[in-house]
């Protein structure tokens, strides 16, 4: 899927090894054994289609064959635990990034891992972790996105009424090849200053493009639910909500965009 021109753009990124599969159960599974088999840094997983693709608590990921991007990326982060939630934001920026420039959509981020357009679900985002990493080798951290891209018509209406795709969105076929490069190319560059000052950047430039900060939100814990506003994303890439009493600081969980009442 990858032609000459393709791989000349990522000759001189950390992300020239491009595994490009017509199926996979899942490309994060398959990084993470690849991880825990040795492999380097850098390695990308490409699948035109999942059978058993995963979204964020043991969700299914359903997508049509061919019609999405679907990748995960092999880090090994050099970063204190606390933050390698930023990797997964670094991915994030990347996406919407290549989304902008190769199909002309201004994607949103919501905390903690989607990306939005319209209103409707254009990507997700999941990162897994083998702490273990090897006797000699940085924990490997996976991260895998599957970007909807040109999608069929007509969908069905429970999923035109949460989803969209890139196809939908610019009014045209979009080059899955190409969005992987300009993805990769970005994410090589934000990636890059991660390891300069400990994510820093990387954590304002996704507080300031984040839709979720200024919301009204519903939190949905394993074990508690709670309603706030969100006010700010820390620098670890926590997302801070205001409940009142006091302000939560929020790791990991659901979130949804609540409309205010009245008015």
């Known amino acids: ?13 950390r992300f020239s090894d ?28 490409v699948a035109d289609h999942q059978s058993a693709g995963r979204g964020r608590l043991g969700r299914v ?8 991007l679907l990748l995960s990326v092999l880090f090994r982060p050099r970063l204190d635990p606390e ?3 930023l990797v997964t934001a670094a991915v994030a920026l990347a996406a919407a990034d290549a989304c902008r420039d190769e199909a002309g959509v201004a994607a949103d981020l919501k905390w903690p891992n989607d990306l939005m357009a319209d209103g409707r679900k254009l990507a997700g985002v999941l990162a897994e972790a083998d702490l273990a990493g090897g006797s000699d080798r940085a924990t490997a951290v996976v991260v895998g996105i599957g970007i909807n891209v040109n999608w069929p018509e007509p ?11 890139l196809n939908r969105l610019a009014g045209r076929t979009v080059d899955r090849a190409a969005l992987l490069v300009g993805l990769l190319r970005s994410l090589d560059r934000r990636y890059t200053s991660l390891g300069e000052d400990g994510g820093r950047q990387v954590a304002a430039e996704y507080r300031a493009r984040c839709a979720t900060v200024g919301q009204l939100v519903r939190v949905e814990l394993a074990d ?27 790791s990991a969980g659901d979130v949804v965009h609540l409309r205010p009442q009245g008015g």
């Open 1 to 13: 899927m990858l032609d000459a021109g393709a791989r000349t753009a990522l000759a001189a990124t």
């Open 155 to 165: 969908l069905p209406e429970e999923l035109a009424s949460i989803a969209v795709s």
């Open 83 to 85: 933050r390698l939630h």
């Open 224 to 250: 508690e639910t709670f309603t706030g506003r969100a006010m700010d994303v820390s620098d670890e890439g926590h997302l801070l909500v205001d409940v009142g009493a006091c302000t939560r600081t929020v």
């Open 18 to 45: 491009v595994r490009w599969f017509p199926e996979l159960d899942s490309t994060n599974r398959y990084l993470l054994q690849e991880a825990r088999s040795g492999a380097s840094e850098g390695l990308v997983a």
């Open 61 to 68: 990921w359903v997508a049509p064959p061919g019609a999405s």
